[in-house]
């Protein structure tokens, strides 16, 4: 755009310059200069037209590409719920307990649900109390990796509880409860409160005066603990 205003200053000058011609020579020469302009403007116009265009359907292609990888990805899980389901029923204990930890491993989204299941409906107290043991030890683990002095762990810690664990009431008290004994930690704190944020509302509600109070204790770690405490706080309170 520049280089347009340029050649229109060199016209105002061409035409201040020709005052004395008579109009058709104004003309010729307005016409000469300005057909350029037109057709520098015209292709600059349809370049941008053709970015904006490109990139459109770079986004689309990016998005169509993302659900394909989610439908994958959830195929592939229904692949692995079914490979599991043979050893989590089994009569054999050393089968079923390997198959547990490997289902919260290897199932993100799926693996604890599916542990809660064995651990509710298992006919042998031995079989009921490991997955119970492990998953009470998944949600210590997670947790703990949400105060990580890694980002990288604090995100997958993140990611694995909000993709498997945002319906787990259990997993509310073991955030809350090793957030209020690790206040010191800014980083933990502030995951701790944006993960309650990204929770069910049904699971957080029980907890409503635990979770209001940890909160409350946060505020001293900045303005953007303190804005994300106010707001999950008002999200508990707009369930009553």
């Given at each position: ?8 200053a ?5 035409v ?6 008579d109009?058709?020579d ?11 302009l ?51 029923l ?77 319906n ?73």
């Amino acid at each position: 755009m520049d280089d347009l205003r340029e050649e229109f200053a060199e016209l105002k000058r061409k035409v201040d310059a020709i005052g004395k011609k008579d109009t058709w020579d104004k003309v010729k020469i307005i016409t000469g200069v300005l057909l350029p302009l037109a057709i520098v403007y015209i292709g600059q116009t349809f370049s941008s037209s053709q970015i904006a265009a490109e990139s459109r359907f770079n986004e689309q292609q990016f998005e169509y590409q993302k659900q394909i990888s989610n439908i994958n990805s959830k195929v592939g899980q229904v692949g692995l719920v079914a490979n599991f389901f043979d050893a989590l029923l089994s009569d054999e204990p050393v089968r079923k307990k390997l198959a547990i930890k490997a289902v919260l491993i290897a199932l993100k989204e799926d693996g604890p649900e599916l542990v809660k299941i064995v651990q509710e409906s298992d006919n042998t107290t031995e079989i009921k109390s490991f997955a119970k043991e492990t998953l009470d030890t998944k949600r210590e683990e997670l947790v703990q990796q949400l105060f990580s002095d890694t980002k990288i762990e604090r995100i997958n810690a993140y990611n694995d509880i909000i993709s498997g664990w945002k319906n787990d009431s259990e997993m509310v008290k073991e955030i809350v409860a090793y957030g209020n004994s690790h206040l010191s930690n800014k980083d933990g704190v502030y995951n701790s409160i944006i993960t309650l944020s990204k929770m069910n509302k049904k699971v957080l509600s029980p907890y409503k005066d635990e979770i209001i109070s940890f909160g409350e204790s946060t505020e001293a770690n900045g303005e953007k603990t303190k804005k994300q405490a106010l707001e999950l706080k008002s999200r508990i309170q707009q369930e009553e």
